[in-house]
């Protein structure tokens, strides 16, 4: 029998598209082992230096006294922290993007991050669970405020997140919105729950009003092992969702019409993959307060990467979202020296002109 060969444009094709699949995998290894190299740092820098050779000696269980504490108690909880945080953030940011068709999307422009902070400060203020405290072994370099009910803050700080997103989707459910639109009453949503957390503050003392800014500040560096265990499983088992879905998601990029056409649920994923983007982003606020803008941010830089397929989207979002927090709180606490500036205003610094430049892409179009 004679041997059909396929056509030498559908080989080239193969090739060239092998080749630019290997040079986008190859790129992310690369964002890891900077992500690993920065680790490496940010255990090594701050108001108490130490060396490489310290740094693992302390991490083999080889150190004890102020090195191990130091390593153990403060560092790597906070790095650990950062990353996950920063990882949840970045596929928040992906799974709203991607499910509204709306590169705008995010938890702080959805309302979600706002409507955590109005249940924070009812929390502290209506239930008192704010107050003041000395000496914190966990905040280095901050106030000596603390948070003494952290469960209570937490819990209201979830339940308000969640509330953001059931009204987001029950408008856009009754009344067919478009993804613009959705935005816009996300925005308007937001600016309900800052008015009531300011109208909170307004009959607050002044210890519950410096509990609330100091929980809104956003600070990675709050949590114990036990609060980073939780984000961690929930992170971990939502990306897994959206990793099984990518699929899904990247018929959702022609449309919906098309996507039902394939056989997609475009509803159910819609709902599903909300719900869940909104416990990850509520999770990362409810322990760490307010870190604006980064779920915005780390999806439209991996797109200029790697484009919008969803196969390498994710993790590229999720990756440079645990890079940019860590390397914003690193930064934070290399500046500021003995203390630590708060990762929210860092945060914000670098979402903010890119908001802004997302609006003027999207009227000079």
Same mark, same amino acid.
Request: hydrophobic content about 55%; aromatic content about 10%; some cysteine.
């Given at each position: 029998?004679?041997?059909?060969?396929? &056509?030498?444009?559908?080989?080239?094709?193969?090739?060239?598209?092998?080749?630019?699949?290997?040079?986008?995998?190859?790129?992310?290894?690369?964002?890891?082992?900077?992500?690993?190299?920065?680790?490496?740092?940010?255990?090594?820098?701050?108001?108490?230096?130490?060396?490489?050779?310290?740094?693992?000696? /302390? @991490? *083999?269980?080889?150190?004890?006294?102020?090195?191990?504490?130091?390593?153990?108690?403060?560092?790597?909880?906070?790095?650990?922290?950062?990353?996950?945080?920063?990882?949840? @953030?970045?596929?928040?940011?992906?799974?709203?993007?991607?499910? *509204?068709?709306?590169?705008?999307?995010? &938890?702080?422009?959805?309302?979600?991050?706002?409507?955590? /902070?109005?249940?924070? /400060?009812?929390?502290?203020?209506?239930?008192?669970?704010?107050?003041?405290?000395?000496?914190?072994?966990?905040?280095?370099?901050?106030?000596?405020?603390?948070?003494?009910?952290?469960?209570?803050? $937490?819990?209201?700080?979830?339940?308000?997140?969640?509330?953001?997103?059931?009204?987001?989707?029950?408008?856009?459910?009754?009344?067919?919105?478009?993804?613009?639109?959705?935005?816009?009453?996300? !925005?308007?949503?937001?600016?309900?729950?800052?008015?009531? $957390?300011?109208?909170?503050?307004?009959?607050?003392?002044?210890?519950?009003?410096?509990?609330?800014?100091?929980?809104?500040?956003?600070?990675?560096?709050?949590?114990?092992?036990?609060?980073?265990?939780?984000?961690?499983?929930?992170?971990?088992?939502?990306?897994?969702?959206?990793?099984?879905?990518?699929?899904? @998601?990247?018929?959702?990029? /022609?449309?919906?019409?098309?996507?039902?056409?394939?056989?997609?649920?475009?509803?159910?994923?819609?709902?599903?993959?909300?719900?869940?983007?909104?416990? !990850?982003?509520?999770? !990362?606020?409810?322990?760490?307060?307010?870190?604006?803008?980064?779920?915005?941010?780390? &999806?439209?830089?991996?797109?200029?990467? %790697?484009?919008?397929?969803?196969?390498?989207?994710? &993790?590229?979002?999720?990756?440079?979202?645990?890079?940019?927090?860590?390397?914003?709180?690193?930064?934070?606490?290399? %500046?500021?020296?003995?203390?630590?500036?708060?990762?929210? !205003?860092?945060?914000?610094?670098?979402?903010?002109? @890119?908001?802004?430049?997302?609006?003027?892409?999207?009227?000079?179009?």
């Amino acid at each position: 029998m004679r041997e059909v060969h396929p &056509p030498s444009g559908s080989k080239t094709i193969t090739l060239v598209y092998r080749e630019a699949l290997k040079k986008k995998v190859l790129l992310f290894l690369a964002i890891l082992l900077l992500l690993a190299l920065l680790m490496g740092y940010a255990l090594a820098v701050g108001s108490y230096e130490l060396s490489l050779s310290g740094v693992v000696r /302390a @991490l *083999l269980g080889q150190a004890d006294g102020p090195m191990e504490t130091v390593i153990w108690n403060i560092r790597f909880p906070r790095i650990v922290a950062a990353i996950l945080s920063g990882w949840g @953030l970045g596929l928040a940011g992906i799974a709203f993007q991607s499910l *509204l068709k709306n590169p705008l999307a995010s &938890p702080s422009t959805l309302g979600i991050s706002q409507g955590a /902070a109005f249940g924070a /400060a009812f929390a502290i203020v209506v239930f008192g669970a704010g107050g003041m405290q000395a000496g914190s072994l966990r905040v280095q370099g901050a106030s000596p405020l603390n948070i003494y009910s952290l469960y209570a803050v $937490t819990l209201f700080a979830f339940g308000g997140a969640l509330a953001a997103t059931l009204v987001i989707l029950t408008l856009a459910r009754l009344k067919k919105m478009s993804p613009e639109t959705i935005i816009l009453a996300g !925005v308007a949503l937001s600016s309900l729950f800052v008015s009531g $957390t300011i109208l909170i503050q307004y009959f607050a003392s002044e210890v519950e009003i410096a509990a609330v800014v100091f929980w809104a500040f956003g600070d990675v560096a709050r949590s114990t092992w036990k609060e980073i265990g939780v984000l961690g499983l929930a992170t971990g088992l939502i990306t897994s969702y959206f990793a099984l879905n990518r699929w899904n @998601l990247n018929a959702l990029l /022609a449309g919906e019409e098309v996507a039902k056409s394939l056989g997609v649920e475009v509803e159910r994923i819609r709902i599903i993959g909300m719900l869940l983007a909104t416990v !990850v982003a509520a999770l !990362v606020t409810c322990f760490h307060g307010v870190i604006a803008f980064l779920g915005l941010l780390a &999806p439209h830089i991996g797109r200029r990467l %790697i484009g919008s397929d969803h196969r390498l989207l994710i &993790p590229y979002s999720c990756a440079l979202g645990a890079l940019l927090l860590l390397l914003a709180d690193t930064a934070g606490r290399v %500046i500021i020296g003995s203390g630590t500036l708060p990762v929210g !205003v860092l945060t914000s610094f670098l979402g903010a002109p @890119l908001f802004l430049y997302l609006l003027w892409r999207g009227y000079q179009r």
